[in-house]
C-alpha cells in the first residue's frame, strides 16, 4: 500500500433505504470502444462507463490511430488507419490486453504491450499463442506481458483451436477483430472447462447489432464471418456487476436499495444478483425498469455454481462472511488469474477478520463465524475493496486498505456508497 493512500474507515449501517444510478458498464464499453474503432465508420457510444479501464482502452486505441470526441454524456468515436509504432499500456485491465492484442495485428508496424506488475502475472500465453497460429509475429520471453507484435495490416483468419479455460476474454478478443480477417475465424476451445460463458454470449451479440454475422455453433465454438462493422450510436447500460455491493447492502442492513435503469434482457452476468441475492435471504422486485432488493435481517448461506458469473463473487463471498449457515462457491477456479488470486485472497481476508474460510479446488467454502474489526486487504483489486465495504456495514472498526483501487471500473464508488448510507 502506498504511504500516500490512507486506509478507508468502511461505515457502519443499519436499514439502508437508498436509490442508486450505476455508471455504465465496464463490458459493455470496452467492447463498444473496440468494435467502433473497426468499424466502417463513425459510432456515438451513449452513456459510456468513464474508469481506468475504459481510460485505457481509450488511450490503446488512440495510439493505434482512432481518434475520439466527447460530447455531452456521449463520445464519438472515429475509426482510422490502424499502425504502428505504438506502446500500449495495459494497466491491470484484462479487457485492454485480451481484446486489443488481435486488433493490433490488423495494424502496420510494431505494437509493444505491456502494464502494471500485477498484470505481468495474469495468463496471457493463449492470446500469444493464437496469434502466432493465425501467423502474427510476435516477440514475447515469458509468454505474459511485456510482448510485442509486428502487425502487416491483415490476418488470414481461417479455422483455430485454443484453450480458454483460464478467461474467456481470450474467446471475446479473437472474436471482436475476426470480423476484419480476410477469411473471418472459426473458433473452438479445448479444456476443462470455459468459464464466464455469459460474456462470450456478450460479445456475439456486439457483433451481431453492427451487422456482423456471428453465431455459437455449439457449446464449445464459434464462427465469425469477414465483413463489415457498422458504425452506430449504443447506449450503454448500466453495469449490473457494479450494482451487487449496493444491492448486497439491502440484505446486510435490512433495508431496501434500488437500481434504475435495470434492463429486462441483458448479456450481462449482474443480471443474476436477484436470484442469487434472493437464495441468500433477500426479495426482490423489477418494475418499470427498477430492480429493488430488500433484506429481511437474516441472511442465508448459498450452494452455488458461479462458473458463468465468476466476478460477482467477492460480493457473494462477503455476504457469506456474514450469513448464519455455511456457502460452498464453485466453478470459479479461473479466478486464480484475475486482477490477483481471488480465491486466495477473499479466504485470508475473511479470515483475517475472525472468518472461516477456505479453499476448494475449484471454489471456496465459507462456514459462519463471528468477524471483528481490521484491516481489510485490496491486492490492488477493485472487486476486493468493495467486498470490504460489505462487510464493514455490519462489522466494527473495517479499515479498507485502498478504497481508490475502484477507479478501475467504478471511480464513483465511495461518493456512490455515502450517498447510500446518507439516504436512510
Not at 301 to 312: Q, W
Request: charged share 20%; proline share 6%; hydrophobic share 40%.
Amino acid at each position: 500500500m502506498s504511504s500516500a493512500i490512507s486506509p478507508w474507515p468502511a461505515p457502519r449501517s443499519e436499514r439502508v433505504q437508498a436509490a442508486i444510478s450505476i455508471p455504465g458498464s465496464k463490458s459493455l464499453t470496452n467492447r463498444e470502444l473496440l468494435l467502433s474503432a473497426l468499424a466502417a465508420g463513425p459510432s456515438e457510444l451513449v452513456d459510456p462507463l468513464e474508469s481506468r479501464d475504459s481510460q485505457l482502452m481509450i488511450e490503446a486505441l488512440t495510439r493505434l490511430g482512432v481518434k475520439f470526441e466527447q460530447l455531452g454524456n456521449s463520445l464519438l468515436v472515429h475509426p482510422g488507419t490502424l499502425a504502428g509504432p505504438a506502446r500500449i499500456d495495459c494497466g491491470l485491465a484484462g479487457t485492454v490486453m485480451r481484446f486489443v492484442p488481435p486488433m493490433a495485428a490488423l495494424a502496420t508496424g510494431r505494437i509493444e504491450f505491456d502494464g502494471d506488475m500485477a498484470a505481468r502475472r495474469r495468463p496471457m500465453h493463449t492470446t500469444i499463442d493464437s496469434l502466432r497460429a493465425l501467423g502474427v509475429e510476435i516477440e514475447s520471453q515469458s509468454q505474459s506481458l511485456p510482448f510485442a507484435i509486428t502487425g502487416t495490416g491483415r490476418i488470414a483468419g481461417g479455422e483455430l483451436t485454443i484453450d480458454a479455460s483460464a478467461s474467456s476474454q481470450f474467446v471475446s478478443g479473437l472474436l471482436l477483430s475476426a470480423p476484419r480477417f480476410d477469411r473471418g475465424l472459426i473458433l473452438h476451445h479445448e479444456g476443462q472447462h470455459l468459464p464466464s460463458m455469459p460474456h462470450i454470449e456478450m460479445t456475439l451479440q456486439c457483433l451481431r447489432d453492427r451487422g456482423v454475422r456471428a453465431s455459437q455453433i455449439d457449446t464449445a465454438s464459434w464462427q465469425v464471418e469477414p465483413g463489415e462493422i457498422a458504425g452506430m450510436k449504443v447506449q450503454i447500460e448500466p453495469d449490473l456487476s457494479n450494482a451487487g455491493p449496493f444491492l448486497a447492502a439491502a440484505l446486510v442492513t435490512a433495508g431496501s436499495v434500488s437500481i434504475p435503469n435495470w434492463p429486462s434482457s441483458t448479456t450481462q452476468v449482474g443480471a443474476m444478483f436477484p436470484s442469487l441475492l434472493e437464495k441468500m435471504g433477500a426479495s426482490w422486485d423489477l418494475a418499470s425498469g427498477t430492480l429493488t432488493v430488500t433484506g429481511t435481517g437474516r441472511i442465508r448461506g448459498i450452494d452455488a455454481d458461479l462458473s458463468e458469473a465468476g466476478e460477482l463473487t467477492p460480493t457473494i463471498a462477503a455476504l457469506a462472511a456474514l450469513a448464519e449457515d455455511p456457502s460452498r462457491l464453485t466453478g470459479i477456479g479461473h479466478l486464480r488469474g484475475h486482477e490477483t488470486d481471488r480465491l486466495a485472497a477473499l479466504v485470508a481476508e475473511i479470515n483475517r477478520l475472525g472468518g472461516s474460510a477456505m479453499e476448494l479446488e475449484d471454489g471456496l467454502a465459507i462456514e459462519p463465524a463471528e468477524l471483528h474489526g481490521g484491516t481489510w486487504q485490496t491486492y490492488e483489486d477493485h472487486r476486493m475493496a468493495t467486498a470490504g465495504a460489505i462487510i464493514g456495514l455490519s462489522v466494527p472498526n473495517l479499515l479498507v486498505e485502498d478504497i481508490t483501487v475502484t477507479g478501475k471500473t467504478m471511480p464513483e464508488f465511495p461518493k456512490l456508497w455515502s450517498q447510500m448510507l446518507g439516504a436512510n
